[in-house]
């Protein structure tokens, strides 16, 4: 599951480095904390301290990567495979007049593509009153920190990371409505719009599938920008290929480059409306049966594989996380609490003593310090 808020954060930015390991940002004079430890920005994971309350919120996960963005805090690029922290830093395109410094914010987050993920920074000067936020940048890196594109826009645009390809940038405000779908990899505008989401005629994307073909609030899914009808239901993400459609029909996979149905049941539903779905380490979709209860089907054939004992109310299922062998849920009457499914058989695991941070390629559990690390399903057993 990408595991990121809905929309964007503006979030302060104290000072902004080259994209590098972050003691590669400091002068080298930091004197020690009171627990010993550098003041120098972190370097590694061990160095970060998260705010556990905020960890699934400020987390964005995609491939072994992971974007946070924190309020006070600098935005974080987290390469997990290599235990190493990284900081973006925005170059204005030529001609610009906009010259990023300490006074300014940022915020990000993270989208595959076919190409590898791309990381989109927002960045902009300082401001009180979203109605005269003067001018932003928005970029796209690769994780390592190579600039592939910059825009400038509007102070009020907000981008939403949750797809796979290209992503969605709105704006808020007083001249709220205008929406734009962006490639991911190339910062080209693929379709743009006017209309308030309270607009019943008003066309708007949703989620984005892949480059050019969007779900839309009005459960169809079109390939853009000539808003082509493609597929009609509710979608939610797996990958690049496949896409879950929830219809009339019930609940369906559907291959995206044809739009041909692999399989179709008529007795199950969404667990929730996802940006991911299915944990492709295990093969297993995440559903509700008729009574309200997990069900895990096999993402290949749509058969049941598991059904949980855990009954509607006892879960929240609102926004699942999904994937590296995990489903994890909210507790029903305790949304502080994680419930851990093995996302193979079904079973329930302890709870974990901290917070779950899951991403289809890693695992991160961030303990009541705000420490993260990189565990596995059999840590939780």
Known sequence: MRTTT????????????LLLPLTACGDGDHADGR???????????????WDIDDAIATADACDTWVVRADIGE??????????????????????????PDDRWLTDGGCVPTPDGPVVVVETQDLFTDIADAPPKLVAGLTPEGEQLWVREE???????????????????????????????????????GEGDRTDPDARRPSLALARDLVSTLEATVVRLP???????????????????LAGAGGLSLVRLADAATLWQRGDVSYAAVSAQAADLTTGIVLATDREGHPVGLDLATGATRWTSELERGEVNLADPQVGS???????????????????????????????LVVGQELLLLVDDEGRPSSITVDDLR
């Open 6 to 17: 809905r929309g964007s954060r503006l979030l302060a930015l104290p000072v902004l480095c």
């Open 35 to 49: 627990d010993g430890r550098s003041d120098a920005a972190p370097a590694t994971m061990a160095d970060l301290r």
């Open 74 to 99: 600098q935005l974080q690029v987290v390469d997990v495979a290599n235990d190493r922290v990284l900081l973006p830093k925005v170059t204005p395109p030529p001609g610009s007049d906009l010259e």
């Open 154 to 192: 509007p102070g009020q645009v907000l981008g939403d990371y949750d797809g796979t390809g290209s992503f969605l940038l709105e704006r808020l405000g007083p001249e709220a409505g205008h929406w734009a779908v962006v490639d991911a990899r190339t910062g080209a505008t693929v379709a743009e």
């Open 226 to 244: 000539g808003w082509s009808p493609y597929l009609e239901g509710i979608a939610a993400g797996v990958d690049a290929d496949r896409v879950l």
């Open 325 to 355: 062998g995990v489903v994890v849920v909210r507790d029903g009457a305790d949304i502080d609490r994680q419930v851990v499914l093995d996302a193979a058989t079904g079973e329930r695991l302890p709870e974990p003593d901290g917070t």
